[in-house]
C-alpha cells in the first residue's frame, strides 16, 4: 500500500465552497483499489469537529502559530480525517475563508502556514500515528508543505500539488516570511518570494515533486501568459512534472436511479420520468408549466463562471421561448442582476439565491441543459452531473469543459457520439448561438434524448483518474 496524506482546506460533505471539497472528498475512495491509502488532514472548523465527535489528540502542541493545537482523528463515512484542532485559528463558524463581512480572515497567513506546517511534521515522519509515502497538498491552503517539506531532512515524504484554480494564489506582504519558520535562504525569486510578496501557491509549484491540474486543457492554458495569472513562466519551467487529470464525480452520491433528492428518480431507459422532476423545478422555481426547453444553471455567481453573459443573454433566451432556473450565490451585483431578470420575466426565470445541494441534484435530473459558459474552468464538476443525469451540457470551450464535452458537430451526431454542445467565448455572440443551437436540437427529440443517452453512459467516475493518479504517485516512489 503506497501510503497518502492528503491536505485540503475543504472537504466534502463537512466543509464545501466548491468542486475542491467534492475531489478531496471522493479522491480516497477511488484511490483504495489502487493500492493507495489515503488520511485527509483538514483545518478543525466547528463542522469537523462536530463529526469526528470526541477524540482523544493523536498528538499535540503547544505553539502552532499563536496558540496550542492537537490533532484529531477519526472516520467520517468512508473518510479516514485528521483535523488540525487550533481553536485560535480555525474555531470559526461560516465560509472557511472569509470574515461575515466578507473580507479574507486576516490571519488567512497563518491559518493556511499552519495546515502546511503540520502537514510537513507529517511528510518529515514526525508523527508516529501516520508517516505517509506522499503528501498531496491541493490549492495555495496547503501548497506551502513543498516549502516545508523541501528543506526538511530525508527520510522524508515526496510531494505532488494539484492546482484547482490558479486564481487563489495565497500572496501576502513580505513581513509574513519571518513568521513562517522558513529558512531566510527561501525568501527569494526561487523559493517563495513572489512579485515582491510572499506566494503560498508559488512556493508550491517551485518546490513540489510532482504537480498536477484537473483537466489536460488547463494545463496547457496555464503555460500561457493569457491563461497563467502571473505563474506561466515557473509552469512551463516546471512542465516535464505537470500533468493534466480531469476530476471525477463521486456516483454514489450522484445516482439518478436512487437520487433521494429528485422527485422521480430514472435510469437511460427511463428517462420519461424526468419530467417530473421538471414540474418540481417549475413549482420550486415559481415558473410555468410546459413541455419547452428548461435551462439551468448551478453555480458560484462571478466573472469567472461568465454570470455576467448569463444575465445579459435572459431577455433573448426568453424571447425565444425558454425558461430558465437558476442556483447559485456569490457576487452581490450578480445576485441583484438575476433577481432582476426573475422579476422582468415571472414564470419564465426563477432565481434561488444560495447554497442548497439538494436543488442542484434536482435541477440536474429534471432540467433539460445546464449551462455552463464559464470564461476559464480548470476542470468543473457541474457538466459532469448533468452528463450522468440526462440534463445537456451547454458550455464554453475552455479547460476541463473542453475536454469532457462532445460538441454536438454534424461529424459527433452523424457518428451517435455527442454528449452536449459547445461555444467559444469570450463574446456574448458565441453563447447565443450555443443556446439557439440546443434549442434546435431540443425540437428533434430523438436527436435530444439520443444525446442524454450518450451523456449517461460516459465515464464520469473517478477510475480513470484516480489510476492516474496512482500512476503518479508510484513513478516519484519509483515503484512502477
Ligand atoms: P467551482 O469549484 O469553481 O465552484 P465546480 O464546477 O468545479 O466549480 O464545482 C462546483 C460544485 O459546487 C459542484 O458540485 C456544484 O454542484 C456545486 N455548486 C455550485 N454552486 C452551487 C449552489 N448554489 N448550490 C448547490 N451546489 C452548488
Not at 1 to 11: Q, W
Not at 75 to 101: Q, S
Not at 306 to 331: Q, Y
Not at 415 to 443: E, K, M, N, W, Y
Request: charged share 20%; proline share 6%.
Amino acid at each position: 500500500m503506497i501510503k497518502v496524506l492528503a491536505v485540503a482546506s475543504e472537504v466534502f460533505p463537512l466543509v464545501k465552497t466548491g468542486g475542491l471539497a467534492d475531489v478531496v472528498g471522493a479522491l480516497p475512495k477511488a484511490l483504495l483499489p489502487h493500492g493507495v491509502e489515503t488520511r485527509v488532514l483538514v483545518p478543525a472548523y466547528p463542522p469537523i469537529l462536530a463529526a469526528l465527535g470526541p477524540a482523544e489528540p493523536i498528538y499535540r502542541y503547544n505553539d502552532v502559530f499563536g496558540g496550542p493545537a492537537a490533532l484529531i482523528a477519526g472516520k467520517v463515512g468512508d473518510l479516514d480525517l485528521i483535523a488540525l484542532d487550533a481553536p485560535h485559528l480555525f474555531n470559526r463558524n461560516g465560509n472557511p475563508y472569509l470574515a461575515p463581512g466578507g473580507a479574507d480572515w486576516p490571519d488567512n497567513w497563518q491559518r493556511f502556514a499552519a495546515l502546511s506546517y503540520v502537514a510537513g511534521e507529517f511528510g518529515s515522519g514526525l508523527i508516529g500515528e501516520f508517516v505517509p509515502d506522499i503528501v498531496h497538498a491541493h490549492d495555495w491552503q496547503s501548497a506551502l508543505v513543498a516549502a516545508y517539506l523541501h528543506v526538511a531532512p530525508e527520510p522524508k515524504a515526496k510531494t505532488v500539488l494539484t492546482i484547482h484554480n490558479l486564481a487563489f494564489q495565497g500572496v501576502f506582504p513580505t513581513p509574513v516570511f519571518a513568521e513562517l519558520r522558513l529558512p531566510p535562504s527561501l525568501c527569494a525569486l526561487d523559493g517563495v518570494e513572489y512579485y515582491g510578496a510572499v506566494g503560498y501557491l508559488k512556493a508550491g509549484l517551485q518546490f513540489a515533486d510532482a504537480i498536477t491540474t484537473v483537466s489536460p486543457s488547463y494545463a496547457e492554458e496555464i503555460c500561457t501568459p493569457a491563461g497563467g495569472m502571473g505563474l506561466d513562466g515557473l509552469l512551463r519551467s516546471r512542465r516535464a512534472v505537470l500533468s493534466g487529470i480531469v476530476n471525477g464525480i463521486d456516483t454514489d452520491v450522484w445516482d439518478p436511479a436512487v437520487d433521494k433528492d429528485l422527485a422521480a428518480p430514472f435510469t437511460a431507459a427511463k428517462l420519461a420520468r424526468r419530467a417530473d422532476n421538471k414540474r418540481a423545478i417549475e413549482k420550486r422555481f415559481g415558473l410555468e408549466t410546459g413541455d419547452g426547453i428548461l435551462f439551468s444553471v448551478i453555480s458560484r455567481l462571478t466573472w469567472q463562471k461568465g454570470m455576467d453573459l448569463l444575465a445579459d443573454a435572459i431577455d433573448a433566451l426568453v424571447a425565444s421561448g425558454a425558461r430558465l432556473a437558476v442556483l447559485g450565490s456569490g457576487d452581490a451585483v450578480l445576485e441583484g442582476a438575476l433577481s432582476a431578470a426573475a422579476l422582468r420575466h415571472p414564470g419564465r426565470v426563477g432565481f434561488v439565491a444560495g447554497y442548497d445541494e439538494k436543488l442542484a441534484h434536482l435541477l440536474q435530473g429534471g432540467a433539460d441543459a445546464i449551462l455552463i459558459p464559464s470564461r476559464f474552468e480548470p476542470c468543473g464538476l457541474t457538466q459532469f452531473h448533468g452528463l450522468h443525469y440526462g440534463c445537456v451540457p451547454v458550455v464554453s470551450r475552455v479547460g476541463g469543459l473542453a475536454d469532457t464535452i462532445i460538441d454536438a458537430n454534424d461529424a459527433a451526431l452523424a457518428a451517435g457520439v455527442a454528449t452536449g454542445l459547445q461555444f467559444s467565448l469570450a463574446d456574448a455572440g458565441g453563447f447565443a448561438h450555443a443556446v439557439t443551437r440546443a434549442q434546435h436540437l431540443f425540437a428533434d427529440p430523438k436527436a435530444w434524448s439520443a444525446m442524454q443517452k450518450s451523456g449517461m453512459k460516459s465515464d464520469v467516475s473517478w477510475s480513470r483518474s484516480a489510476a492516474r493518479y496512482a500512476d503518479i504517485y508510484r513513478r516519484l516512489l519509483a515503484r512502477i
